[in-house]
C-alpha cells in the first residue's frame, strides 16, 4: 500500500450514498420501511391456538438469466412465490415478506426494479413487505451480478393445519398448472440456452412463478377437512414433492397423460436429450401444486380451482410416487 494515500469506504468499493437512495425511494413506496426491525400487529390475527409458520427460500441461477437479459422486473415475483407457496402447503396465509439483495457494486435502479418486483409478489399474495436487507460486498460478486434471498411468515390455527394423518387410499390428487418453469432446473437450462437461443427463449424462461397463495386459501376455507396433503412442485419435482404428504403406506400414482405439458418443457428435453426420470426430478413438468382431496368433495374442489385438473389417485404404497 501507498505511504498517504486517503481510504474511504467508498473507495474500497461501497456506496453507502447509493444506499442511502434507494432507501429513500423504498420509503416512498413503502413508509414502515427503514427502522432497524420492521412490527407487525398480530392481535386481530389470532386464533384460540395460532400457529406462526415461518419459510426462508431463493431464486436460484435463474438470476443468471435475469441478469445476462437485464431483465430485473419479475425475479422478485419468483422470490416470494417461493416462499409463500410453501407457506400455503401446511394451510397457513402469509403476513409478512422480508429480503435479502446482495451485490458486488449497488445499482440503484437495478434494485430499485428487483424489489418493485417483490412487491408486486407481496401484492399477489396477500402479505406485507415488511423491511429487508441490501448488502454491497465489493469482490463478492462479478459486475452486474446480484444475489437475492428472502423468508416470509405466516399463520393458522392448529385446529386447520393441513396434515397427512386423514390421507387415505383412493383420495384424488388434483394437479394446478405451473406458470413455466418457475424456480428450479436452471442450472441445466442455462446450459442448454445461450447467446440468440437464450433471447428467443429468455421471456418465457423469466415467466414468474404462479402464486398459489388466493387459490388454495380458497378451497381450504370453503372445504374444511376435505384437503388432506398440498405439495409445492419444487426442486426434485413430483417424485421427491408428492411424498412429503404421503404417509409411509401409501403411494401416488399419476396419470401422465391427464395434464398438459407446456412447450418449454419439451424444448429442454429435446436440447439436452434428458431422459423421461431426469426431467420429472428437476422440473415440474407443468404442474406447480399437488393437492389430495377427499373423493367426496374433489369433483366440486377441482371446479373452483379451474383451471385444474385430476393427476392421480393415492393408492396402497410405501410412500412413493408411481406414474402410469
Known amino acids: 500500500m501507498k505511504r498517504g494515500r486517503r481510504w474511504t469506504y467508498r473507495r474500497a468499493g461501497v456506496d453507502i450514498a447509493a444506499g442511502?437512495?434507494?432507501?429513500?425511494?423504498?420509503?416512498?413506496?413503502?413508509?414502515?420501511?427503514?427502522?432497524?426491525?420492521?412490527?407487525?400487529?398480530?392481535?386481530?390475527?389470532?386464533?384460540?391456538?395460532?400457529?406462526?409458520?415461518?419459510?426462508?427460500?431463493?431464486?436460484?441461477?435463474?438470476?443468471?438469466?435475469?441478469?445476462?437479459?437485464?431483465?430485473?422486473?419479475?425475479v422478485g415475483i419468483d422470490l416470494v412465490a417461493m416462499n409463500v407457496n410453501d407457506l400455503i402447503c401446511s394451510g397457513a396465509r402469509p403476513l409478512f415478506f422480508l429480503d435479502y439483495f446482495a451485490a458486488g457494486r449497488l445499482?440503484?435502479?437495478?434494485?430499485?426494479?428487483?424489489?418493485?418486483?417483490?412487491?408486486?409478489?407481496?401484492?399477489?399474495?396477500?402479505?406485507?413487505?415488511?423491511?429487508?436487507?441490501?448488502?454491497?460486498?465489493?469482490?463478492?460478486?462479478?459486475?452486474?451480478?446480484?444475489?437475492?434471498?428472502?423468508?416470509?411468515?405466516?399463520i393458522l390455527d392448529a385446529s386447520e393445519r393441513v396434515r397427512n394423518d386423514r390421507?387415505?387410499?383412493?383420495?384424488?390428487?388434483?394437479?394446478?398448472?405451473?406458470?413455466?418453469?418457475?424456480?428450479?432446473?436452471?442450472?441445466?437450462?442455462?446450459?442448454?440456452?445461450?447467446?440468440?437461443?437464450?433471447?428467443?427463449?429468455?421471456?418465457t424462461l423469466l415467466t414468474p412463478t404462479r402464486i398459489y397463495v388466493d387459490d388454495i386459501g380458497r378451497v381450504l376455507k370453503k372445504y374444511p377437512g376435505q384437503i388432506n396433503g398440498i405439495a409445492h412442485i419444487t426442486g426434485g419435482g413430483l417424485p421427491e414433492n408428492v411424498p412429503r404428504f404421503l404417509p409411509k403406506?401409501?403411494?401416488?400414482?399419476?396419470?401422465?397423460?391427464?395434464?398438459?405439458?407446456?412447450?418449454?418443457?419439451?424444448?429442454?428435453?429435446?436440447?439436452?436429450?434428458?431422459?423421461?426420470?431426469?426431467?420429472?426430478?428437476?422440473?415440474?413438468?407443468?404442474?406447480?401444486?399437488?393437492?389430495?382431496?377427499?373423493?367426496?368433495?374433489a369433483v366440486r374442489v377441482r371446479k373452483d380451482l379451474a383451471p385444474c385438473f385430476e393427476v392421480g389417485r393415492v393408492s396402497p404404497g410405501t410412500g412413493l410416487v408411481r406414474f402410469a
Request: with cysteine; hydrophobic share 40%.
Open 20 to 74: 442511502d437512495e434507494l432507501v429513500e425511494r423504498l420509503r416512498k413506496k413503502f413508509p414502515h420501511i427503514g427502522d432497524f426491525a420492521g412490527l407487525f400487529p398480530l392481535k386481530t390475527r389470532l386464533g384460540r391456538n395460532p400457529l406462526l409458520v415461518g419459510c426462508a427460500d431463493g431464486v436460484g441461477t435463474k438470476l443468471n438469466i435475469a441478469q445476462a437479459l437485464k431483465v430485473h422486473d419479475t
Open 107 to 154: 445499482d440503484v435502479d437495478v434494485a430499485d426494479r428487483v424489489l418493485g418486483g417483490i412487491a408486486v409478489g407481496c401484492r399477489q399474495a396477500g402479505c406485507v413487505l415488511l423491511g429487508g436487507e441490501t448488502a454491497e460486498m465489493p469482490g463478492m460478486y462479478r459486475p452486474g451480478e446480484y444475489d437475492l434471498a428472502g423468508f416470509a411468515v405466516g
Open 167 to 203: 390421507i387415505r387410499a383412493g383420495d384424488v390428487l388434483l394437479g394446478l398448472p405451473s406458470s413455466g418453469v418457475h424456480s428450479n432446473g436452471f442450472s441445466l437450462v442455462r446450459r442448454l440456452f445461450r447467446g440468440a437461443d437464450l433471447k428467443k427463449w429468455g421471456k
Open 249 to 297: 403406506k401409501c403411494d401416488a400414482v399419476l396419470f401422465r397423460a391427464s395434464w398438459p405439458l407446456p412447450e418449454v418443457f419439451s424444448e429442454i428435453q429435446r436440447r439436452g436429450r434428458v431422459e423421461d426420470p431426469d426431467m420429472f426430478r428437476t422440473f415440474n413438468m407443468g404442474l406447480g401444486m399437488v393437492l389430495a382431496v377427499s373423493p367426496a368433495a
